[in-house]
Nanobody, 122 residues
């Protein structure tokens, strides 16, 4: 069992940047793949980015490729650097974890944080 807490959200103008952080606690493991999802008002939650347990492989939604970068410093911290933000990036962003051994990024996750609000003004 792992607990995830996101931070770093806020209000930013279009074209600006934010860096989200995900802090893990509890039964953390080196075998966790980590993902970022987002949910905009009246829309379903969507995959944004993910990273394997080794950090060697990342994956991104087409809508954020070239603008967002997911990284991890260790088993307890994962980051999402968001550049060139657009109003359509406005959403609650969630950190997620999954026990996953393969060097591919999964899309389904088992553990979730509570989310952090990102608002991008035009």
């Amino acid at each position: 069992q792992v607990q995830l807490v996101e931070s770093g959200g806020g209000l930013v103008q279009a074209g600006g940047s934010l860096r989200l952080s995900c802090a893990a606690s509890g039964r953390t493991s080196l075998n966790y793949a980590m993902g970022w999802f987002r949910q905009a008002p009246e829309k379903e939650r969507e995959f944004v980015a993910g990273i394997t347990r080794s950090g060697d492989t990342t994956d991104y939604a087409d809508s954020v490729k070239g603008r967002f970068t997911v990284s991890r410093g260790n088993a307890k911290n994962t980051y999402l650097q968001m550049n060139s933000l657009k109003p359509e990036d406005t959403a609650v962003y969630y950190c997620a974890a999954k026990i996953w051994l393969a060097d591919t990024v999964p899309r389904g996750y088992d553990y979730w944080g509570q989310g952090t609000q990102v608002t991008v003004s035009s």
